[in-house]
């Protein structure tokens, strides 16, 4: 999934850096790719998408809130101190000036999982001398939740089209995706394979299925020192208010869009059906450009030189407009409170909604339509190698978005089992009690 994932998001930014400079947004990516159809599909994910995950930040900073301050405030009161203090982040007009910001809100969550990792290790290595987790019992449709859980985590492809926008310098995306979507599936990777090492199957599930929620609560028969779980939420909680925002911004533009006129493009697309465009223009422009260069003369004295002025972000440009940003403001802070109210409604399934989601719209957000619009445009640039592996990641990725879709909508819309084991991946012996309890094993 960590491969499949960086892959697709590869695919955005060779897609975007093939395509007219007025081609901005995931939904003109679309239908310059597919056509209307392909804006639709693109739209209809990605607004669903960065309104719903956003909403589970809200939930997860409320619930940080209560375990920081214990029997104060009901959640739904903690979920509305959350969004106020969200607020600044999803205020900032544009990403790039809210980049220390951003740095911020990525080391947050890595210092909090860095924690929460040590306490797990250093706690379950007390309790479990002389013991062994116990073995894995895992059906296909147990792996198929994971599939919710990774399209969430890995959910880039909808900020993409934000950061090629404000970047000096575009060509430069699909290295920076690779390295930096590879560095966080090798920080996945090392999560999952440290806490499998030392519980096994009895890895959290449900609502304890984070790892600073297990060292926060006696979920895995220990209590853990008060200061360093509090160290851990604050850092995490930093996350979660970045995170909300970042994921906000391209609904935040689509609707300053249409609403407001604002980012309005200079060349409407040309492509309203699904025929593959033709890169003629960008043939000649090319060629235009070799030749200029070639004109140049051999040797550049100093006086010849200019200062490198790089461009301004297109976005921030928009709202120097007097009165522009306030309505802007504003508009932002209706979607906000919307999803305010969704996290207070949902708050209580928001876990399998969430799953539900990941599996469905985020998987065809994220996975199956970038990789389905880079094929359409580069068919006839890529190798047959290069096709085969479009097409069979295409496929692979459509199998299993329908498959969990199907499982964790019988979870969300199906009954509920109030009698579902804590440990569902361990044998029937291990399903209800963590294995260091020596008492209840009687070792």
Known sequence: MGVLNVYSSWCISKVLLATPSHIKTFGDIGEFSLGVVGRYLANISQLITCIM?????????????????????????????????????????????????????????????????????????????????????????????????CALAFGAGVIIPTLH???????????????????????????????????????????????????????????????????????????NVVAYGVILFPAFYIAERKLLGLHATAVESEYNDMETPNFEKEKILKEKAEASRSSLPSVVRPSMLEPIEYPEPEG???????????????????????????????????????????????????IILPIAFYLKVYWLRISQMQRAWGVFWLLVSIFIA?????????ALFGSKDDDAPRFPFCEEKYQDTIYTNRTHYKY
Not at 92 to 109: D, N, R, V
Not at 193 to 211: A, E, R
Not at 334 to 363: E, P, R, T, W, Y
Request: proline share 5%; hydrophobic share 50%; net charge positive.
């Open 53 to 149: 995950v956003p909403t589970m930040f809200l939930v997860a900073g409320g619930t940080i809130f209560t375990v920081l301050f214990p029997l104060t405030f009901k959640l739904g009161v903690w979920i509305l101190f959350m969004t106020i203090c969200l607020l600044p982040v999803c205020l900032l007009p544009t990403l790039k000036e809210g980049a220390g910001t951003l740095i911020a809100g990525s080391l947050g969550t890595i210092i909090a999982n860095a924690i929460a990792l040590g306490v797990l290790i250093h706690e379950i290595n007390k309790q479990n001398e002389g013991l062994s987790p116990p073995p894995v019992n895992v059906t296909f449709s147990h792996l198929t939740t994971v599939v919710g859980n």
């Open 165 to 239: 926008r404000e970047h000096s310098d575009p060509s430069r995306m699909p290295r920076i995706i690779w390295v930096t979507m590879g560095f966080a599936t090798l920080l996945f990777l090392i999560i999952g394979i440290l806490g499998f090492h030392k519980v096994g199957c009895q890895l959290p599930d449900g609502s304890y299925g984070n790892v600073l929620f297990v060292i926060a609560t006696p979920y895995l028969g220990f209590i853990s020192n008060r200061g360093t779980v509090i160290v851990a939420m604050i850092a995490m909680q930093i996350h």
């Open 402 to 410: 329908i498959y969990a879709t199907i499982v964790t909508g019988k």
């Open 316 to 366: 921030g440009n928009d709202y120097k407009t007097p009165g522009t940003y306030f309505k802007a403001s504003i508009l932002r802070i209706l979607i906000v409170a919307v999803s305010f109210v969704v996290a207070v409604l949902g708050q209580k399934d928001l876990g399998n909604l969430v799953n539900f989601l990941g599996a469905s719209m985020i998987s065809l957000c994220c």
